[in-house]
């Protein structure tokens, strides 16, 4: 009942150096997270070999709630300019972003927006990715209240389902957003960009879809490419669509462990084999009578498409309603195609290191495994990510040794500390002072969560790079793009 994870050839490098690892965390305790910058790199430059193979313009944004650290956005200021950006949600993160090189016209500043962020974007010349109305009107009322200069924004979309003006037989259901303004109000927005066309400048149009589906996603982007020539006729001259991110990751390697374990989830909720899980949680799955309801909330973590892949499909497959590709629209039309990829940009780019503190026997029989680190601090089930981790033994192997199953709980006091709620299976049975590596956490899992609680360290980080032979270190905040001891030598 393995989950192994997928593990791609810098990262799995690293995890081979076991003795580094643990010398890690023996100096700088546990939790700790390791980052991989180049491996950002090496993402931004797949993303761009798919634009190069559509012979299309615009830039990857990174986004970067992702994951907070400063190496790697570092790293990805250090790439070029023209292809490489940032997309940056609060004030905080844009300032981060600053500060790591990014000048403003590569910053993409998204999500809601508060006076100040709206302030330093537009003084800073990054551009907005318009939420609302609403924020039109107040970014309007600060750049001529400040004498900014005129802004380019992206006006963000969202409600696709409800536009019924494609005439398409099927309707796609498309989750509902918060954000964005929906395509059904758009033409108020046009107003309003009219009326502020002295401060303001529309570029282009916007969405994020949070989800897999590449119908949807498909749909919505000719839709866009519809609306960008509806803007054209009102007189702006907009030239990008942006497509947000969500081109996921896939962190179990192999389809049939994947397949063969969502399919044992089901018979244990059914009760037709032991429980997988602690004490029959069932991922959202539950039992009615003998009937199995309710939907898994799961990640689908075996991904045979994600990241550049699933943009390469995504451009390449005939859009709904006009039967041709996404890629040979866009050129027609001579847009540029922005893409703000979050998890998929820092796939294989960092993993996270607990020690093993304690091993004692689980009700049920099998093993309770409490790690230096809790459940916010390897946020992988809060995504509902499922995937194991990687034992990494204290000392070399005494004898002959067998398969384990075991719960994975954290340092609180506290009954839900579950580092998963699924039984992991290990090759045996850790020991204390051993260590277990999550592998892949670069996106959203590693410090998206972590919190104070109980006063527990919050996980330092690290950003390793291969040098000759060996890995080298430094502390996350003092990377950075260039050579010298602990950077990179290029
Ligand atoms: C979160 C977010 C992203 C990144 O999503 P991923 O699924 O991590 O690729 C991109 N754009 C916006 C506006 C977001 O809010």
Redesign the pocket.
């Known amino acids: 009942m393995y989950l192994r994870p997928r593990v791609a050839p810098p990262l799995a490098s690293l995890l081979g150096d076991v003795p580094f690892l643990h010398s890690l965390v023996d100096a700088l305790g546990s939790p700790l997270n390791v980052l991989l910058p180049e491996a950002v790199a090496g993402n931004a430059e797949r993303f761009r070999a798919v634009y190069r193979r559509h012979r299309l313009a615009g830039r990857v944004y990174f986004?970067h709630?992702?994951n907070r650290s400063s190496a790697l956005v570092r790293r990805l200021a250090a790439c070029d300019p023209a292809a490489v950006g940032i997309?940056v949600?609060s004030l905080a993160e844009l300032r981060h972003a600053l500060g790591a090189g990014f000048t403003g016209d590569r910053i993409m500043a998204?999500?809601p927006k508060d006076r100040e962020f709206l302030w330093l974007a537009a003084r800073t010349g990054a551009t907005v990715?318009l939420d609302s109305p609403g924020e039109l009107e107040l970014l309007a009322g600060l750049v001529r209240e400040h004498g900014l200069g005129t802004v380019d924004v992206l006006a963000r979309l969202s409600g696709f389902e409800a536009d019924t003006a494609l005439g398409a037989g099927t309707r796609v259901l498309s989750r509902r957003s918060r954000f964005g303004t929906p395509v059904a109000e758009a033409d108020a927005l046009w107003d309003a960009l009219e009326r502020h066309a002295d401060v303001v400048r529309l570029t282009g149009l916007a969405y994020?879809l949070?989800t897999t589906g590449l119908e949807e996603k498909a749909r919505a982007l000719e839709r866009c490419v519809l609306l960008m020539d509806e803007c054209r006729a009102r007189g702006f001259a907009p030239r990008a669509v942006d497509i947000?991110?969500?081109?996921g990751v896939g962190y179990v390697e192999d389809a049939a462990e994947w397949e063969r374990w969502t399919t044992a989830l089901t018979e244990a909720v059914l009760g037709t084999r032991p429980p997988l899980t602690w004490r029959g949680h069932g991922y959202g799955l539950r039992n009615e009578g003998g009937t199995v309801r309710g939907s898994a909330a799961l990640y689908p973590a075996h991904r045979p498409v994600a990241g550049p892949g699933y943009l390469d499909e995504l451009l390449t497959r005939p859009a709904p309603a006009l039967g041709r590709s996404p890629a040979t629209l866009l050129l027609e039309h001579l847009h540029d195609l922005h893409i703000?990829?979050?998890?998929?940009l820092v796939d294989q780019c960092g993993l996270s290191l607990a020690r093993v503190l304690d091993v004692r026997p689980a009700e049920d029989g099998r093993h309770l495994v409490r790690l230096g680190m809790n459940a916010g601090d390897v946020s992988l089930e809060e995504h509902g990510v499922l995937v194991d981790p990687v034992l990494l033994p204290r000392a070399p192997a005494g004898g002959p040794e067998e398969p384990a199953g075991v719960y994975l709980v954290g340092n609180l006091c506290l009954e839900a500390d579950l580092i998963t709620r699924r039984l992991v299976f290990l090759p045996r049975l850790p020991r204390a002072g051993d260590a277990l590596a999550f592998v892949n956490t670069a996106?959203?899992a590693m410090d998206f969560h972590a919190h104070r609680a109980q006063r527990q360290p919050v996980a330092r980080t690290v950003a390793a790079v291969r040098e000759g032979g060996s890995w080298r270190w430094c502390l996350d905040e003092d990377y950075w793009p260039i050579s010298h001891p602990g950077g990179v030598s290029s």
Not at 244 to 247: A, I, M, N, R
Not at 340 to 344: D, F, I, L, T, V
Request: glycine share 28%; net charge negative; no cysteine.
């Open positions: 986004a709630k992702a997309d949600a998204t999500g990715n994020h949070d947000g991110g969500g081109f703000e990829p979050g998890r998929a996106g959203y």
